[in-house]
């Protein structure tokens, strides 16, 4: 994984490359990952939960942002072969509807051996 966007959603801040790849990481290294969260467009998550093929967690509130800043809300990421998708909630979104939308998305990719 190279840290490269396939696709994306026109709201949906932009990522950087070394982000994406510490995502990948995160997979490889689930106890640095867990102890040291990850930054995804700039705000900093801490890990909740890791298994071989998912990861989820929760936005640290003061991570930036300015006053506008979301106080709640987290992230959910899913490995495919060749990639990672991810998904970003806010306090107006459910957890577990995000999770299972990112996850219909990197099950379709697996299906096709990527």
């Known amino acids: 994984m190279d840290g490269e966007i396939w696709a994306t959603s026109p709201r949906f801040k932009k990522l950087s490359s070394g982000e994406l790849v510490a995502i990948a990481r995160g997979f490889d290294d689930w106890d640095a990952v867990k102890a040291n969260g990850l930054k995804l467009a700039g705000m ?10 998912s990861m989820s967690g929760r936005l640290v509130p003061s ?52």
């Open 44 to 53: 900093q998550y801490e890990i909740v939960a890791i298994d071989a093929q």
């Open 63 to 114: 991570s930036g942002g300015g006053s506008g800043a979301a106080k709640r809300g987290g992230m959910v990421t899913a490995r495919a072969k060749t990639g990672v998708v991810v998904g970003i909630y806010d306090e107006h979104m459910v957890a577990t509807s995000c999770a299972e939308q990112v996850t219909k998305v990197a099950d379709h990719i697996r299906a096709f051996g990527l």
